[in-house]
């Protein structure tokens, strides 16, 4: 589902990303700037996740995260030349262009979730249901559990070998309460 976001509020969120964020590339900076500048290329952007997806779109990061610092897509090529994308920008204004902006942003800013929309180019099967993300976190819980018990269960031996009564009684009470959650 997509909605029309507001000039203004793009230009609202790109000021407060200018202002609070330093991206990986300077090149980056000059681009959203740019968009600031340009009202008829700024109606045609929008902001997204799996912006990789889209058959234009650029990716830009942040120096508090570890993606990649920036990526231009155009149909099947992809490129870390911020000059061709800002090229691609200017003599393309009238096209729709995909931003995704990798920054910390938990919890989301308004401001960031005021012109985020949703991608109309990812595949539908690319997430996963509720019902294999609960399986999913199943098995690490049973997995992790697992784990714990045959770790307690070492600890118990080498208390026994030690004949160490205390610890042995700490660790398989510690056991107990642990086959308990299962």
């Avoid at 919890?107 to 991608?119: F, H, I, K, Q, S």
């Avoid at 784990?147 to 660790?171: M, N, P, S, Y």
């Amino acid at each position: 589902m997509t909605y029309f976001v507001p000039l203004n509020d793009k230009k609202l969120f790109i000021r407060w990303f200018l202002k609070n964020f330093q991206l990986k590339r300077r090149e980056g900076v000059w681009i959203l700037n740019y968009l600031l500048s340009n009202d008829e290329l700024l109606e045609n952007v929008h902001f997204v996740d799996e912006a990789h997806y889209c058959p234009r779109s650029i990716v830009m990061s942040t120096i508090e995260t570890t993606s990649i610092p920036f990526r231009f897509y155009k149909e099947n090529i992809m490129t870390s030349d911020a000059e061709k994308a800002f090229h691609d920008l200017r003599i393309n204004a009238h096209e729709s262009i995909y931003f995704q902006l990798n920054f910390p942003s938990i919890p989301p800013d308004p401001l960031y979730l005021a012109v985020l929309e949703e991608n109309p180019y990812v595949p539908k099967d690319l997430f996963i249901s509720e019902k294999d993300r609960l399986a999913a976190q199943r098995l690490l819980e049973n997995s992790v559990l697992e784990f714990q018990e045959q770790q307690l269960l070492r600890e118990i031996d080498e208390a026994l070998d030690a004949g160490d009564k205390d610890r042995f009684f700490e660790l398989s009470n510690l056991l107990q309460a642990l086959k308990y959650t299962k």
